[in-house]
Nanobody, 127 residues
C-alpha cells in the first residue's frame, strides 16, 4: 500500500523560495516514478514535474522550467520540489504522485490519469 505524505508548504512573498517534500512508503523504489502536480479549486490539475527515480531523468512544465527543481533522496525515500522565484500565480495546492513500476516519457508524464497514487496535498500561497 503506497502512502505519500507532502510537507513544506506555506506562505511566502513573491520572489521567495520554498521546498516541498514528499515522503513515500509502500513499495516505491528505483523502479518507480514520482511527480508533482498543482491545482486550484474547480480547476484542472496541472503537472509541473516528474522523475524516473532510477535514472533521475526529470521532466518539467514550461511554466516552472528554470525555477523549480525536483530531486530525490533514496535513503529517505523522499522527493523534493525546490521552488524558486515564486510568483503570485504559483499559489495552488501542490500534490505528490507516484507509480510503483513505471518509466516516464516526454509524452505521458504530465497526464494525471497515468498516476496511481496521490498525497493529500500541501498549500502554497504566494503574496
Amino acid at each position: 500500500h503506497v502512502q505519500l505524505v507532502e510537507s513544506g508548504g506555506g506562505s511566502v512573498q513573491a520572489g521567495g523560495s520554498l521546498r516541498l517534500s514528499c515522503a513515500a512508503s509502500g513499495g516505491i523504489d528505483s523502479r518507480s516514478c514520482m511527480g508533482w502536480f498543482r491545482q486550484n479549486p474547480g480547476k484542472e490539475r496541472e503537472a509541473i514535474a516528474g522523475m524516473n527515480l532510477g535514472s533521475e531523468e526529470s521532466f518539467y512544465a514550461d511554466s516552472v522550467k528554470g525555477r523549480f527543481i525536483m530531486s530525490r533522496d533514496n535513503a529517505k525515500n523522499t522527493v523534493y520540489l525546490q521552488m524558486n522565484s515564486l510568483k503570485l500565480e504559483d499559489t495552488r495546492m501542490y500534490y505528490c504522485a507516484a507509480n510503483r513500476r513505471c518509466s516516464l516519457g516526454e509524452r505521458d508524464w504530465s497526464r494525471s490519469s497515468i498516476w496511481m497514487y496521490w498525497g493529500q496535498g500541501t498549500q502554497v500561497t504566494v503574496s
